[in-house]
């Protein structure tokens, strides 16, 4: 995507953050069903990081094949 991997996942963390922080501040269930919200949400956000990551290694990969 043109972005060093470090940014990619500061950005991701911050996402989680303030994803985090507007369900907190707008919630009006259940506290208990917030806490699995959140937790659908960060395993929701862990896969896209998991796709990512690979996403750079596979470039990676394809770059270090492209100059042998």
Do not use: C, H
């Not at 994803?19 to 862990?46: C, F, H, I, R, S």
């Not at 990081?49 to 990969?61: E, G, N, P, V």
């Amino acid at each position: 995507i043109g972005v060093e991997q470090v940014f990619t996942f500061t950005a991701l963390g911050r996402l989680r953050n303030r994803l985090t922080l507007a369900l907190m501040e707008a919630w009006q269930g259940d506290p208990d069903e917030l806490l699995l919200t959140v937790a659908a949400m960060n395993k929701l956000l862990d896969l896209d990081i998991a796709i990512i990551q690979d996403s750079y290694q596979q470039s990676r990969k394809g770059d270090s094949d492209d100059r042998t």
